[in-house]
């Protein structure tokens, strides 16, 4: 097999909010994934679970090695509202190509304290640098969103 052309930068190849989500055997199992608006029935304060799913590629040189990550979600104000972390190294499979990069996949369930309507991001970090951000906006069903 010919040599892969290395890839050096670790890089967060997706960042999902959803209803629910899972890693078994290295697939990614999504369960009303990838929504940007949460209406909420019940008055605001809440407290509301939802999932997060993360893919991060690790090119061939960052492999057998440790890494941290770290997934925070944060109103539009600043606050931070949740977060989930820790380490991760992928290593070689046997008969992997040079230069081949891998992927690690990791998946959350996070019950959140929603205070008020707005917009939230999900932020992913490796190694202490933010990598990837995505957002969803929170509405109370049948009050009127507030001003942009």
Known sequence: MEQMELEERLDVEWLIVADGAQVSNGKLYVLGGGWDVLTLPAPLPVQH??????????????TNSGHQFRIRIEHEDGQLLGEVGGAFEVGRAPGLVRGQPQRAQLAFDVGLPLEKQGMYSVVASVDGEDIKRTWFRVVQAGVPALPA
């Open 49 to 62: 679970k939802l999932a997060i799913a993360c893919a991060i590629k690790v090119p061939w040189t960052e």
